[in-house]
């Protein structure tokens, strides 16, 4: 059995968009791409979400959608 990771880039658009609300904030934020994760031969996958880590607060999302998810 043998695990594929692929990686996924932010999306651009919102990458600008947390950026500009940190600087604004005066805190650093440090982004980690999340990835799709597939087992090969089958047709089962794991897509991991985006992070963001603000001030120990990790903050995962997904792109094109509305949700949040917040972890501390």
Request: charged share 25%; proline share 3%; hydrophobic share 40%.
């Amino acid at each position: 059995m043998q695990i594929i990771k692929e990686e996924i880039e932010f999306e651009k658009s919102l990458k600008q968009r947390l950026d500009f609300i940190c600087e604004f904030s005066n805190v650093t934020p440090m982004f980690i791409n999340g990835s799709i994760r597939k087992i090969d031969k089958t047709n089962l996958s794991y897509i991991e979400p985006h992070r963001v880590i603000i001030k120990g607060i990790t903050f995962l999302f997904f792109d094109y959608s509305n949700d949040i998810y917040i972890s501390n």
